[in-house]
């Protein structure tokens, strides 16, 4: 999917290495004011699959990252992100897209995840979502940003937007599950949408001083 752009000279090819659907959305709003025409794997044809086996979110978006640039040779941004319960010993944690297994639905894990606290007070049902964004460039340099969004689990899903565990985030300070915020909202506050943004000065201060400089006009 990609950016409408009227300033083509300007514009320039980047890869975010994701096939869900929800994340490409959160993205494109995000670098929607910015130079960049957002790829998907799908628009570069990738039907690949890569081995995530880091330890930490940081390590599974480098791993990303790193694996599409040095087949594409372009700038590619890769997020490793997920639900981390203290009540739970920070699970699902990294394992946030495979808990309970990767073809199971988000109505199933929510569900599991709220029986597991059944009984637990609010207090104790502390949470976060972090993201890691890892931006690899054609050279092999390797940049990341983390951020977090703090919450508790709810006690039920609450909510038709967002997807995975928003219905179940809920966020004290806007008295809602992430799924009840509107899409600006979510992007505003959202760990994703912190992390990104920060990426995004980065790469816009690279413009800045032609350290990106290559036009996707010319390829």
């Known amino acids: 999917m990609k950016n409408d752009n009227n300033n083509e000279k300007s514009t320039r090819k980047i890869i975010f290495a994701t096939g869900n659907q929800g994340k490409l959305q959160e993205i494109e ?21 890569i081995v995530e086996d880091g330890t930490t979110f940081e390590e599974n978006a480098i791993i990303k990252a ?27 944690g990294i394992y946030s897209a495979r808990y309970l297994g990767e073809n199971t639905s988000y ?25 890691a964004i890892a931006a690899a460039f054609p050279n092999g340099e390797v940049l990341t940003k983390s951020a977090c969004i703090e919450g508790r689990i709810g ?4 909510g038709d937007g967002g997807f995975g565990y928003d219905p179940i985030f809920f966020v004290p300070e806007y008295n809602c599950t992430t799924a009840q915020l509107s899409a600006e909202q979510k992007n505003l506050i959202s760990h994703r949408g912190k992390a990104l943004r920060d990426m995004k000065e980065i790469l816009l201060k690279r413009i800045q001083i032609g350290d990106i400089d290559e036009d996707i006009n010319n390829k």
């Open 29 to 49: 709003m995000i670098l929607a004011d910015t130079p960049f025409i957002v790829l998907s794997l799908k628009d570069i044809a990738f039907t690949g699959e």
């Open 155 to 158: 006690y039920e899903e609450r």
């Open 107 to 131: 109505k199933i894990k929510n569900a599991k995840l709220i029986e597991r606290l059944t009984n637990v007070r609010d207090e104790e049902r502390t949470a976060r979502f972090v993201c």
């Open 66 to 92: 790193k694996t599409i640039a040095a087949m594409t040779g372009e700038i590619v941004l890769a997020d490793d992100s997920g639900l981390v319960i203290d009540y739970l010993n920070g699970e699902p």
